[in-house]
């Protein structure tokens, strides 16, 4: 089992910046991968950025150039910096964990942005 906690969300101008933050505990060595996706209102969730425990990053074409994944193994826990933010950034971000070939997932953390 992995928990996770997220944190970081909130309210941001447009061309602002958020960092968040996942803190990842339980059968941590166990990772494979961690990453974010988001969900807007009255649509499905969507992939963000993943990175693997191995160092490979990868992107979603929209964020390309504007986020950031990062990973910190000694705080077992998974960042995506987000700068020239859009207002259709707006979204529910959720943290996600696979391990042993299951996906877990954090609470969620509103990311709003104003125009």
């Known amino acids: 089992q992995v928990q996770l906690v997220e944190s970081g969300g909130g309210l941001v101008q447009a061309g602002g910046s958020l960092r968040l933050s996942c803190a990842a505990s339980?059968?941590?060595?166990?990772?494979?991968?961690m990453g974010w996706h988001y969900q807007a209102p009255g649509k499905q969730r969507e992939w963000v950025a993943t990175?693997?425990?191995?160092?490979?990053?990868y992107y979603a074409d929209s964020v390309k150039g504007r986020f950031t994944i990062s990973r910190d193994n000694a705080k077992n826990t998974v960042y995506l910096q987000m700068n020239s933010l859009k207002p259709e950034d707006t979204a529910v971000y959720y943290c996600?964990?696979?391990?042993?070939?299951?996906?877990?997932w954090g609470q969620g953390t509103q990311v709003t942005v104003s125009s």
């Open positions: 339980g059968s941590i060595s166990s990772i494979n991968a």
């Open positions: 990175i693997t425990s191995g160092g490979s990053i």
């Open positions: 996600n964990v696979i391990a042993l070939g299951r996906t877990y």
